[in-house]
């Protein structure tokens, strides 16, 4: 095992990196799991919070992010090393009363601290909140409890650490009501000493829930952030406590879902305990629970970003005009609605808003944050000499009204009101002396460390960082909240022994200063209400231990492997590869030869796919070695290469034979079909890739049968197919070059060929199972029994007969380009307007330029074709047992339908019996210069595409029961078609005019009239009302899954 030792990161790294890849080179990759496992195991403790870090991940962390995280963290390491710490020292001090005399039932005995000189305490009392004493020597307190007896001061009670790690901007890190402080100045120490024990402070990440360290006038201390991951909106609900979420997520989750009619599929959120309450909710109702890795916070990247956004435009705000922290929360939701408001690159320059509600925001309701402002406030007030308005001061919006949220800073009341006058030039915190709140500016007076938390009744009514002085500030008592106080009664419960038994604490200074006198004692403020007692920290749930959250694992779906190095760590797809390469030497594929006699040489590669079935699981792993046809030079190393493959109307066809008839029809496929053509040409291959013979490295591959990739490979395969059919007694047919058919006096069988995919029908049973077993003792072949999954199109035989269905293949085209979750359309395409060549902007991502239209008006009508393919998945064609063999076809044009360049669009539906077996929709070659022309040049194309299947039906040995029809709704194409008088002015259709006319005349078929709502081909020519598109997909006999099973069902 490789260890780091004194090897520097980069030293180390590359010394695995070196061995990895000889491993490789030799056979013997290393997978990205097993490297990183061997890089940790080398590392010491100092890289211990990486490794902890890595290993809590859930998915394996890349090389080259290794790499730099190890780096980051020698870098902090050499600082630390080169930076000595300062020794960790404690003080132990004893604390005497206001006076400098002896309490008591206390010890005069002299502290281990000089007394003479000594300052008064200069704290706060938490219940009264008056400076000078503490809890137990206030008046109130021992009014209220005068059996409560005084605290001992022992000389071990208050205590103190200091860790020095780096220059910082505070004194002392307080933690309220907490008997140990943080300090990293030995200067406030008097008395210290090192410390050698094992413990360690520990600083915890944060979450997504936003802390406060300033509790607001209301009582709140955190808020909570939702982000839609689409539109980028924010809902923001403050919070007193983090367990607040598990109440705020469920009506959010209603608002959502009421209000724009969409489901919550996913909730991402960081490590925060506060979201272990909701798992049971989330899981009851269907969504998804995504969470970040341990250490992770930017896995939830958008939520964390937008937090960030939010806190630093909220400050901004606070500290501009000068208002003070307490309200945080009008800040940060002002803030919240502004980002929902301000326009984003992210969305192609728009908002949130409009994003989300499709209108635009209405920017002339925004006003100043703070500024002075006059509220209409008549309805709240109490006679009619009372004040129609008020000066406050503009605080926000309101959520759910269209109105502006108002503060009046001298009773501290919030208005609301939709009348109001700005004036957006004056802000009233600003004229106000408000000491600031920050903890890095130095302060005046002697640090406080109160022994319990501040009550939130209290620290909503005054500000804990203000000066000795109360009189001496400009903001006046607000007489509203005395009065409000006083109005309520108070009782305190007895507290026990152990809360009520505060800290003293002694001044930290070292220089003895006089104490500070104020010219007059300040007011004794008013008693808030307190029904609960001491607010404790056990009261708050904080000695609880934070919980260890489970990490859940989920195996995720195999995925196709991109390259062999990581094909070659899977077992599977070694086990494939190695498959692949025993075919090719057993096929006697190719002879190895020096390099020199090569005249061209052609590169390889392994391609890797999934095969699956027509429920999405997985039928098997093919591994394939393609050879690089594009390095062939034609007439070199290849001449012909056009392949022939069975028509999809011919298989329709032979289907609705097979139903009618109740004929055996099997599905073969062929493995490595490509391999068993045999190569006219000389072509020079370079070894495959993990298999090079070790004998002869230099080698080169002189192929004798054809190999996947090579342009001739195809044609070579059908042409050794075919000779090997006809050669048993088939016939090729004359209609379809992939159709094979054998007549014997015992049976008559049919054989259909797309590349290596085989379809049979044949009458008789033994007759099947003969022809299989003389094609596997030529090819190898795998028999995949009954037809049921062939091209993407799903085979589902019942007792009245056959549904075929593209369920899979929809599926897959929708999860692929995205719209998996789509909202159906009724509609295919939207009837006004018309589509144009350079409609719409640019499409801004260049992948979805090149791979789709180029315009935001054309990738929206795809989408929204896309969504009516998600609702007409389980629609498909029902080929019932019991329809006539009789065709009939349906003809339509829409004449100018391109307005780019007035091209008109053909379209045609060919049934046999109830079964659409071809349709198509495609433009003409020419402008035509009327609707009847356009319509005729239809009409000969349905006419040449319905002789063609006529001729095939006719060689496979049936003939329609009655003569076909072609529907038309245009008058003059149904008399031209019958007119035996050539006109004059027919000549630009002559060529068409003959072909149709000559036809009819013959009786092959006939031309009749039918109306525009039964005109079926206006389905694939032109974009229809809804209406008009569904009654014409009503007459197309098209048929559902479900109806089917049911049906089935019903007759068994």
């Known amino acids: 095992m490789a260890s780091k030792g004194t090897q520097s990161i980069i030293t180390y790294m590359h010394s695995l990196k070196q061995t990895a890849d000889l491993l490789a080179s030799l056979g013997f990759p290393v997978s990205v799991e097993d490297m990183t496992d061997h890089v940790l195991r080398g590392l010491d403790d100092g890289y211990r919070a990486v490794i902890d870090g890595v290993n809590a991940r859930d998915t394996p962390i890349t090389f080259d992010d290794l ?48 007394t003479s000189n000594r300052k008064p305490f200069l704290g706060g009392c938490q219940w009264c909140n008056i400076k000078g004493h503490v809890l137990s020597d206030g008046s109130l307190f021992k009014k209220h409890h005068p059996s409560v007896p005084p605290p ?17 901007q505070t004194d002392f890190l307080v933690d309220s009501g907490a008997t140990h402080h943080v300090t990293n100045d030995l200067a406030n120490l ?62 959010f989750k209603l608002l959502v879902e009421n209000f724009y009619n969409h489901k919550i599929k996913i909730l991402y959120t960081d490590n925060g305990g506060e979201y272990i309450g909701l798992r049971p909710f989330l899981s009851t109702h269907g969504i998804s629970h995504h969470n970040t890795p341990t250490h992770t916070p930017e896995h939830n990247g958008i939520s964390e970003r937008r937090n960030r956004h939010i806190a630093e435009t909220g400050l901004s705000l606070l500290h501009h005009l000068g208002m003070p922290l307490t309200y945080w929360p009008h800040a940060m939701t002002t803030a919240a609605c502004l980002i929902n408001r301000l326009p984003t690159h992210i969305l192609n320059h728009k908002s949130p808003y409009s994003q989300l509600l499709n209108i635009s925001p209405d920017y002339h309701k925004l006003k100043c944050f703070g500024c002075l402002c006059f509220p209409r ?13 008020a000066m406050c001061v503009f605080v926000g919006y309101s959520a759910d009204q269209h109105t502006y949220i108002c503060l ?18 004056e802000f009233p915190f600003r004229t106000l002396v408000t000491p600031s709140s920050s903890p890095n500016e130095p302060q005046t007076t002697p640090l406080q460390l109160p022994v319990l938390p501040s009550i939130p009744a209290l620290t909503a009514r005054t500000n804990p960082t203000l000066p000795v002085a109360p009189h001496s500030l400009s903001i006046p008592h607000s007489p509203h909240l005395a009065q409000t106080s006083s109005s309520n009664d108070f009782n305190h419960p007895e507290p026990s022994r152990d809360v009520a038994s505060p800290s003293t604490h002694s001044s930290l200074s070292p220089e003895p200063q006089p104490p500070t006198v104020s010219p007059s004692p300040p007011p004794q403020p ?129 289907l609705t034979l097979v139903v009618r008839q109740g004929w055996y029809v099997r599905q073969l496929d062929v493995n490595n079909a490509f391999l068993q053509g045999t190569l006219k040409e000389e072509v020079f291959m370079a070894q495959p890739p993990g298999f090079v013979n070790k004998h002869f490295p230099d080698h080169v591959c002189r192929l004798k049968k054809a190999l996947y990739g090579l342009k001739q490979a195809p044609r070579a395969w059908y042409t050794e197919l075919r000779a090997f059919l006809l050669s048993v007694g088939f016939v090729n047919s004359t209609d379809d070059a992939s159709l094979f058919i054998k007549q014997t006096p015992r049976a008559t069988l049919y054989l259909l060929v797309y590349v290596d995919d085989i379809i049979v029908t044949v009458s008789s049973s033994v007759e099947l199972s003969r022809l ?59 009837a006004t307007p018309p589509l144009l060549k350079h409609s719409g902007d640019p499409l801004p991502s260049p992948t979805e330029y090149r791979a789709l239209k180029p315009s935001t008006v054309h990738w929206s009508a795809l989408k929204r074709l896309l969504r009516y393919l998600a609702g007409s998945c389980d629609k498909g064609i029902f080929i019932s047992a019991t329809a006539p063999l009789n065709f009939h076809a349906y003809s339509d044009a829409d004449w100018e339908g391109d307005k780019d360049d007035y091209i008109s669009t053909t379209g045609y539906l060919l049934y046999l019996g109830n079964t659409p077996i071809s349709w198509s929709s495609r433009k003409q070659r020419s402008v035509a210069r009327s609707s009847t022309e356009a319509e005729y040049k239809a009409l000969a194309d349905t006419a040449s595409e319905l002789l063609w299947v006529l001729s095939l039906f006719t060689e496979l040995g049936h003939i329609p029961i009655s003569s076909p029809v072609i529907y038309c709704d245009n008058l003059g194409s149904t008399h031209l078609s019958a007119n035996h008088v050539f006109h004059s002015r027919m000549k630009h259709i002559a060529l068409a005019y003959q072909f149709v006319r000559e036809n009819v005349q013959r009786g092959r078929f006939r031309v009749s009239f039918v109306s525009t709502n039964d005109q079926l081909a206006d389905i694939p020519t032109k974009p229809l009302l809804r209406p008009q598109f569904e009654l014409l997909i009503s007459k197309l006999h098209f048929s559902s899954r479900s109806s089917n099973l049911r049906e089935d069902i019903n007759n068994n």
């Open 67 to 114: 790499l730099e995280k190890l780096l980051i963290q020698e870098l902090s390491i050499g600082d630390a090393q080169r930076q000595p710490p300062a020794p960790l020292t404690a003080l132990h001090a004893q604390a005497r009363s206001k006076n400098n005399k002896p309490r008591p039932g206390q010890s005069s005995a002299p502290s281990n601290q000089r």
């Open 152 to 168: 001992p001061r022992h000389n071990d009670q208050a205590q103190a650490y200091t860790v020095s790690a780096g220059p910082s």
């Open 190 to 251: 008097a008395l210290h000493h090192p410390y050698t024990g094992p413990d360690s402070l520990f600083m915890g990440n944060g979450s997504d829930v936003w802390t406060s360290p300033v509790l607001s006038v209301d009582g709140l201390r955190y808020y909570c952030m939702f982000v839609d991951h689409f539109t980028r909106y924010i809902w923001l609900y403050p919070m007193k406590l983090k367990s607040d979420v598990q109440h705020i997520f469920p009506k």
């Open 377 to 389: 406030i008549k309805p709240y007030a109490n006679h009619k000499l009372s004040p129609k308005s």
């Open 408 to 425: 009046d800073p001298s009773t501290g009341r919030i208005y609301t009101s939709r009348h109001v006058k700005f004036v957006e030039n």
């Open 526 to 654: 008013t008693i808030p209400p307190n029904d609960g007692g001491i607010i404790t920290r056990s009261k708050n749930n904080i000695v609880k231990p934070l919980e260890k959250l489970k990490l859940h694992v989920r195996p995720s779906p195999p995925v196709e492997s991109s390259t062999i190095t990581r094909a070659l760590c899977d077992p599977d797809w070694r086990f494939a590869m190695q498959n692949e390469f025993d075919a090719l030497h057993r096929n006697n594929t190719w002879d190895l030869v020096s390099r020199s006699s090569a005249p061209n040489l052609v590169g390889c590669k392994w391609v890797f796919r999934i095969k699956r079935n027509s429920d999405g699981s997985i039928d098997c792993y093919k591994a394939r070695l393609v050879a690089k046809g594009f390095h062939q030079r034609p007439g070199c190393d290849y001449t012909e290469t056009f392949n022939l493959v069975v028509k999809s109307v011919t298989i329709r066809v032979i």
């Open 772 to 830: 299989i077993a003389t094609l596997a003792a030529r090819f190898s072949l795998k028999d995949l029994g009954y037809l049921n999954y062939f091209l993407g199109v799903e085979v589902i035989p019942s007792a009245t007969g056959m549904f075929l269905s593209q369920r899979k293949y929809i599926t897959d085209l929708l999860y692929k380009s995205g719209m998996a979750n789509a909202k159906p359309a009724l509609t295919p395409l939207a």
